[in-house]
C-alpha cells in the first residue's frame, strides 16, 4: 500500500513515470509479463455487505476490473465514466468490480455511498496480493477478464477513453 502512496505523490511532483498514470495505460512494465489468455490470479475481499467475493464467484461473465483508491484524484474521476459504462453494458454478460486499495473499510464505505458507486464495490483492506500479482505500481488501474477468468487485457484502457465501450462491445459473446 505505501509503494502504491509513493509512486502516486511521485506522480503528482513529476518525478515519476507519470507518463503511464496519465495515459490510463502502463505500458513497458512487469504487467507486461501478464499475457492475454493467462490465468488471472485470484483475489478474495469483502464487498459492501461484509460478503466474501473471489474472482472465480464471478465465472460465466466477462470481469472490468477498476483498482482504485478514495484519496486517488485520477481514480475519482474515472467513476463518472465507470457508471456511463456501466449503465451502457447493462443486461451483458460482463460484471464491473472495483477493488478499492483504501485502508479504513470505514473511508472506502463512505466513499462508495456518497459516490452511488454500482458495480461489485470491494475493498483489499491493506492486502496487496492481488496489487502485487498483477504488478500494480500505480492507479487507477484496469483490467479485462475473459468468462473463464482468463486475462484479456491487463493493462486495459479506462472507462473515460471511447476505445473501452467498441472494446466491450465487440467482446465475442458479451
Known amino acids: 500500500m505505501a509503494k502504491i502512496y509513493v509512486f502516486f505523490v511521485l506522480v503528482l511532483l513529476g518525478l515519476s513515470g507519470g507518463q503511464a498514470l496519465a495515459s490510463g495505460r502502463a505500458e513497458g512494465t512487469k504487467a507486461d ?3 492475454a489468455g493467462m490465468d488471472s ?11 466474501v467475493v473471489t474472482l472465480k464467484d464471478l465465472r460465466g461473465k466477462y470481469v472490468y476490473i ?14 463518472p465514466h465507470l457508471k456511463e459504462l456501466e449503465r451502457k ?13 483504501d485502508e479504513s473499510r470505514k473511508v472506502w464505505l463512505k466513499a462508495v455511498k456518497e459516490k452511488k458507486m454500482g458495480g461489485i464495490q470491494l475493498n483489499a483492506e491493506g492486502k496487496e496480493d492481488f496489487m502485487q500479482a498483477y504488478h500494480i505500481d500505480g492507479i487507477p ?3 479485462l477478464l475473459d468468462k473463464k477468468g482468463k486475462i484479456v487485457d491487463a493493462n486495459m484502457t479506462r472507462p473515460s477513453d471511447p476505445k473501452t465501450l467498441e472494446r466491450l462491445s465487440e467482446l465475442n459473446g458479451i
Request: glycine residues 6%.
Open 41 to 51: 490470479p485470484d483475489f478474495r475481499y469483502r464487498d459492501v455487505n461484509g460478503k
Open 141 to 143: 488501474r484496469f483490467i
Open 66 to 79: 477498476d483498482v482504485w483508491a478514495t484519496w486517488c484524484g485520477p481514480c475519482c474521476m474515472e467513476i
Open 89 to 101: 453494458m447493462h443486461g451483458k454478460k460482463i460484471v464491473f468490480v472495483s477493488i478499492s486499495v
Open 33 to 35: 509479463t501478464l499475457k
